[in-house]
T-cell receptor, first 112, second 114 residues
Framework: DGGITQSPKYLFRKEGQNVTLSCEQN?????MYWYRQDPGQGLRLIYYSQIVNDFQKGDIAEGYSVSREKKESFPLTVTSAQKNPTAFYLC???????????FGQGTRLTVV | QKEVEQNSGPLSVPEGAIASLNCTYS??????FFWYRQYSGKSPELIMF????GDKEDGRFTAQLNKASQYVSLLIRDSQPSDSATYLC??????????????FGAGTRLAVHP
């Protein structure tokens, strides 16, 4: 079945530690996105990418980094510079011709 | 002013009734509008999208768009307890360059009671 797979589902980070969230899609979608959701709030765009080896900052990119080495993969690293990383992280993808975004199941990151 | 505004709710409706969810957006040049449903602890799932003024129906769901009033709504007919969730309105603003750089509202929580 085609879809977007995020892993892990739950992740715990210690203070000062970098962690990487995985996002893989087999939908052959061109564009991929990372959003962050805080309790009671809408989603906010972190980074997005249209093609391999190219990505752009979204509204809240500080403290995050991404790579797009393969069309299918768009991992997100939450660095120690992100002071408030506890949130629900969602990866999404779209085709080049349609704008509807489809989401993975999300990763819930907690700082311990 | 928030770019996409929704009443946080909860909106409580009896089973079988029509639920009406509303959303306003600030950027008049926005072109694409989406409604997502999100169950607690889960990721959003797309319900409807609408690009043109007027109504668009899909089963029990109807999306309504009024660009002059910068208003988009979602009607759910014959509401079921399984419709109880948070409904997120999302807008693709102008200047997105073909990307789906959605701006989301905070969502409206819908509770359908038997």
């Amino acid at each position: 079945d085609g879809g977007i797979t995020q892993s892990p589902k739950y992740l715990f980070r210690k203070e000062g530690q970098n962690v990487t969230l995985s996002c893989e899609q087999n939908l052959n979608h061109d564009a991929m996105y990372w959003y962050r959701q805080d309790p009671g709030q809408g989603l906010r765009l972190i980074y997005y990418s249209q093609i391999v080896n190219d990505f752009q900052k979204g509204d809240i990119a500080e403290g995050y980094s991404v790579s797009r080495e393969k069309k299918e993969s768009f991992p997100l690293t939450v660095t120690s510079a992100q002071k408030n990383p506890t949130a629900f992280y969602l990866c999404a993808s779209t085709t080049a011709t349609r704008t509807e975004a489809f989401f993975g199941q999300g990763t819930r990151l907690t700082v311990v | 002013q928030k770019e996409v505004e929704q009443n946080s709710g909860p909106l409580s409706v009896p089973e079988g009734a029509i639920a009406s969810l509303n959303c306003t957006y600030s950027d008049r040049g926005s072109q694409s509008f989406f409604w997502y449903r999100q169950y607690s602890g889960k990721s959003p799932e797309l319900i409807m999208f609408i690009y043109s003024n007027g109504d668009k129906e899909d089963g029990r769901f109807t999306a309504q768009l009024n660009k002059a009033s910068q208003y988009v709504s979602l009607l759910i007919r014959d509401s079921q307890p399984s419709d109880s969730a948070t409904y997120l309105c999302a807008v693709n603003p102008p200047g997105s360059g073909g990307y789906n750089k959605l701006i989301f509202g905070a969502g409206t929580r819908l509770a359908v009671h038997p």
